[in-house]
T-cell receptor
């Protein structure tokens, strides 16, 4: 079975450019999560979706960040405009159930390493 | 407001059991103990979780004390590929995962 798929695996861009990260969750999973990992702040939850609906975006750092989930098999995280401090590894994860159910375990993708020059 | 405390680093000899401790003295009755690990440059990987009883799967065993204030993740025969950062997370169903700094386990040849 394919796990969570993320693309691109590496992205290098210049400050001010738009960046779009993509995620395909595990088929049949109902929840999707976007995380960011840096040396300074560790692994942080940015936003999560249940059944394609954004539930909690309190972790999104600022308006430059936006996330969408147009269908059950695809999500994007967009940064516009990008800044050097956005450099990090961005992970997508999915879980089988909606919140409060037994199937709460999250399965992570390989991540996208973003470098903003 | 970290819910868990883990040692920052540990070493283990290859082939020996790795015992990773976690303190969670403020755990509530409905909160589960989860363990994840992150091998360098990869995404976090689910290992195991439990509520009260000890749990075992193909990767590891989880031993939870009777008062549930601490737990130990056991890798029975550590290999070099088990070198990773191990995260102990306490959460209720429906709560978000909060990853702390974890324990950096080095398996030595």
């Amino acid at each position: 079975d394919a796990g969570v798929i993320q693309s691109p695996r590496h992205e290098v861009t210049e400050m001010g450019q738009e960046v779009t990260l993509r995620c395909k969750p595990i088929s049949g999973h109902n929840s999707l999560f976007w995380y960011r990992q840096t040396m300074m702040r560790g692994l942080e939850l940015l936003i999560y979706f249940n059944n394609n609906v954004p539930i909690d975006d309190s972790g999104m750092p600022e308006d430059r960040f936006s996330a969408k989930m147009p269908n059950a098999s695809f999500s994007t995280l967009k940064i516009q405009p990008s800044e050097p401090r956005d450099s990090a590894v961005y992970f997508c994860a999915s879980s089988p159930g909606t919140s409060g159910r037994v199937e709460d375990t999250q399965y992570f993708g390989p991540g996208t390493r973003l470098t903003v020059l | 407001d970290a819910k868990t405390t883990q040692p920052p680093s540990m070493d283990c000899a290859e082939g020996r059991a790795a015992n990773l401790p976690c303190n969670h003295s403020t755990i509530s009755g409905n909160e589960y103990v989860y363990w994840y690990r992150q091998i360098h440059s990869q995404g976090p990987q689910y290992i195991i979780h439990g509520l009260k009883n000890n749990e075992t799967n193909e990767m590891a065993s989880l031993i939870i004390t009777e008062d549930r204030k601490s737990s130990t993740l056991i890798l029975p025969h550590a290999t070099l590929r088990d070198t990773a950062v191990y995260y102990c997370i306490v959460k209720n169903y429906g709560q978000n995962f909060v990853f702390g700094p974890g324990t950096r386990l080095s398996v030595l040849p």
